[in-house]
């Protein structure tokens, strides 16, 4: 390697100085905590030509915890050391290539995303900063991370968005499947993706991807975990990936999401580039609530003059006959005339999801013009013409959103790609 040698990469925390560093928060002499607040000006990493102090790492961790909503403790700090040491080197390593290619981040921006983080989570406007002014997180670490997710998202959408094009035949495809799958369960998402950078880290990777998934399954907080540790596009929306379509995971990863329900967090699922946790936050039918569907029919009612089986055979036949010689709704009151007895309710409206067992099972596969089987009940005979169908809400995505979406995956892998150069081509040392 060329001024990109790295050094000491990612060493075990073990200096006596970070053990005071993690302890911080229990040492109450005066002289511990002099020492204390002085370690905290010590050196953590450079990287290139920028620094990551102790008392960044310090920060840094406890917004995770507080953001995770973490157990506070000497074991929670030591754990989360070395992730948010690397997750601090990256956005390092992210500012400077944004700089160097003049990308620049506004305050309006930061304070934008602070806004909508707010709002997603139902708070006031300027509560978090009062949350973390309160629990002695200084802001700025917060400010920190936030701008190093918008000069990054800048930075790749200027130089590989480029790189992606996505053809009306893609598309069509991805649409068409989800036409298909209509019926089919959707899932809502969130995933939390660590890389592996070597297969030197692998254990270590491994270690630490169970033991998140351990810390989520105890109550800490997706949302906040991914914000801090996944490498997906999605970190800065906390890991929502959104309604995922068919076709839009990898097959392994597929597979592991139909079997989770509302709630439940997967096992670390391994791929050739790192490891995934996902979780399933909500279903709905891709196309849409089909018992919402609101019907617009003509009905005709053919009483039942005699209980009997004959008897109602005998009117049973009469509605088939009645029924080929309805060609539509506009056919409906003429032909009634010819039944006596027969009487017709027109322009009826209901929604699916309102009609008796007997008369659904008869209509809700009808398309508009047909005219029901014979729906036999209690005093008479029913005919059904539907006249129009509304479908409820329909959950199929726009060829927009399509793109969006084929556009978003092929940008991650090249994002994945231009982080794993950057870092080759960076000088790191680890100096705890």
Known sequence: MNKGKIVRLFKTLT????CAFVAGATLTSPVSTAYAQQNTLRIAAVVNDDLVSVYDLKERIELTMLSANLKDSNQTRQRLAGQTLRQLIDEKIKLQAAKENNVSVRDAEINGQIAKIESNN???SGQLLRILQARHVDPET???QIRAQIAWAKLVGRKLRRRVNI????????LNQAKKDADKQQKR???????????EREVEVRQNV???VNQ????????GMARTFSHASSAGVGGDRGWVLPGDLPPDLQEVVKKLGPGQISAPIETLTGFYILKVTDTRRLGGDKEKSELTFSQISLPLVSNNSNGRQAVIARAQELRKAIKGCADVEAQAKSVEGASVVADSKAKLGDLSGPVRTQVENLKKGETSQPISLDKAVLLITLCDRTDGESNLPSRREIRQRLTMQRMELLERQYIRDLRQAAFIDVRL
């Not at 998402?189 to 297969?199: R, Y």
């Open 142 to 144: 917060l400010r920190s």
């Open 210 to 212: 169970d033991r998140m």
């Open 189 to 199: 998402v969130f995933e939390i993706f660590v890389p592996l950078e070597s297969q």
């Open 167 to 174: 053809g009306e035949d893609q598309i069509d495809e991805v």
């Open 122 to 124: 139902k708070m006031p």
């Open 15 to 18: 200096a006596v100085g970070f």
């Open 216 to 223: 989520l399954r105890e109550g800490a907080n997706f949302s």
